[in-house]
């Protein structure tokens, strides 16, 4: 594994040194967006040419993989392959790379089917039901739905209409339970009690799928936030202020552009601070962070800022949000503007102290982070002092 680090320009440690990235992650950070422009090109091309510090092309696809980018990756690395002749570009591994992009773009064909079929089922039922995350994400943001994964498909509903929905799944052959690989196993009390109490989300439901994806879960949100966390987004704001997205011939209920950024961004301030979250390792994935960069991207003009600031002070979110964006701008400095991350800023009253503690739902007392952001967002020991969690799903 390369052990030699150079400094990122753009990117700084909390006390102002520039950090200190290793080849394997600014090469995953330059191809972690749909769009790279030409000088970014021109460094990837540098860094998987040098000789010195050679790039580790297998730690370049663990990571790839650890955080969620493998597809969006491998598919810009199989271009530059195709296309140029780049000396030092290591084939194999950019086919192993590129074969997460096609795999996923034959995924996601079958979850688009499914998009369609719940969304004509809510209509029938009359109710209100928004694709939220991947389902968002991959046939509305990503121009290349193959390039974004996604593990289930999240929907989001209000509480009272979440029934009807359920029964609507039901009639498309989705059952609550655990699936495993020959059935699908129902909730022990436990299991149900935990969900009910701690969940922002009910059961998830499942169905046996085909070859791509084997199984198909529906995770039915109902709220957009964990009990007990002191904050939340209103449900209904968020889907009156939906719109409507087309992708070929499918038809569904996307979130606005500044409610799609509140959600994220509250999300990663979700699973980089609950135990439960953070042993499974979802608060080091870099895909979370390239999802808000692309809806701002893919907004363009039509992301208003001063309403996004608007509604977090309705939805009195102003720490989650901050927390998720502040970090995104470490990685990718100019995918949030400076006076909106300061308002942000100023919105928190400890602001530094919000972005460095982690456990404060779980523990007797929050822990704070001894590495800065970057270093140990890409480091996978800095995990290993990590408090075990008690969660039953």
């Known amino acids: 594994m390369s052990s030699q680090r150079r400094a990122m320009p753009g990117h700084r440690r909390e006390g102002g040194r520039m950090a200190e990235l290793s080849a394997e992650s600014e090469l995953l950070l330059l191809l972690s967006r749909q769009q790279v422009t030409d000088t970014q090109m021109a460094r990837v091309r540098t860094i998987i040419s040098q000789d010195e510090p050679r790039l580790d092309w297998g730690h370049l696809a663990v990571q790839a993989a650890r955080h969620r980018v493998a597809p969006l990756v491998g598919w810009h690395l199989w271009r530059l392959l195709t296309t140029e002749r780049v000396a030092g570009i290591d084939s194999p591994v950019v086919l192993l790379l590129y074969s997460a992009y096609r795999?996923?773009?034959?995924?996601?064909?079958?979850?688009?089917?499914?998009?369609?079929?719940?969304?004509?089922?809510?209509?029938?039922?009359g109710i209100t039901v928004l694709m939220r995350k991947g389902g968002h994400l991959a046939f509305a943001v990503y121009q290349e739905p193959g390039t974004r994964p996604m593990g289930d498909l999240d929907v989001l509903v209000t509480r009272e209409e979440a029934p009807t929905l359920v029964k609507a799944l039901e009639g498309l052959g989705y059952v609550e339970g655990n699936p495993t690989r020959v059935d699908i196993v129902p909730l022990s009390k436990r299991e149900r009690a935990f969900w009910r109490l701690y969940g922002s989300d009910l059961p998830k439901m499942n169905k046996f799928g085909e070859f791509h994806r084997p199984i198909v879960s529906i995770d039915i949100n109902v709220s957009l936030?964990?009990?007990?966390?002191?904050?939340?987004?209103?449900?209904?704001?968020?889907?009156?202020?939906?719109?409507?997205?087309?992708?070929?011939?499918?038809?569904?209920?996307?979130?606005?552009?500044e409610d799609?950024?509140?959600?994220?961004?509250?999300?990663?301030?979700?699973?980089?601070?609950?135990?439960?979250?953070?042993?499974?390792?979802?608060?080091?994935?870099?895909?979370?962070?390239?999802?808000?960069?692309?809806?701002?991207r893919r907004a363009g003009p039509d992301l208003s800022w001063d309403l996004l600031l608007e509604?977090?002070?309705?939805?009195?979110?102003?720490?989650?949000?901050?927390?998720?964006?502040?970090?995104?701008r470490m990685l990718f400095?100019?995918?949030?503007?400076?006076?909106?991350?300061?308002?942000l800023r100023q919105r928190c009253p400890e602001p530094e102290r919000l972005?460095?503690?982690y456990g404060q739902w779980d523990l007797p007392e929050p822990r704070a982070w001894q590495q800065d952001f970057l270093t140990r967002f890409f480091d996978p020991d800095a995990d290993r002092d990590l408090p075990a969690s008690k969660s039953l799903v």
């Open 260 to 296: 799609a950024v509140i959600d994220l961004a509250a999300h990663i301030y979700k699973t980089s601070t609950t135990l439960r979250f953070m042993n499974r390792g979802k608060h080091r994935q870099l895909l979370k962070y390239v999802d808000i960069a692309e809806v701002v």
């Open 333 to 343: 400095p100019d995918a949030v503007p400076a006076d909106a991350l300061t308002a």
């Open 355 to 357: 972005l460095n503690e």
């Open 225 to 257: 936030a964990l009990p007990g966390k002191g904050y939340d987004v209103p449900v209904g704001a968020v889907l009156a202020h939906a719109g409507r997205h087309r992708y070929g011939d499918a038809s569904f209920l996307v979130p606005s552009p």
């Open 103 to 125: 795999d996923t773009q034959r995924a996601n064909e079958l979850m688009l089917a499914e998009v369609q079929a719940i969304s004509d089922a809510a209509a029938d039922q």
């Open 311 to 328: 509604r977090v002070d309705e939805y009195a979110v102003a720490g989650p949000v901050f927390y998720g964006l502040a970090h995104l």
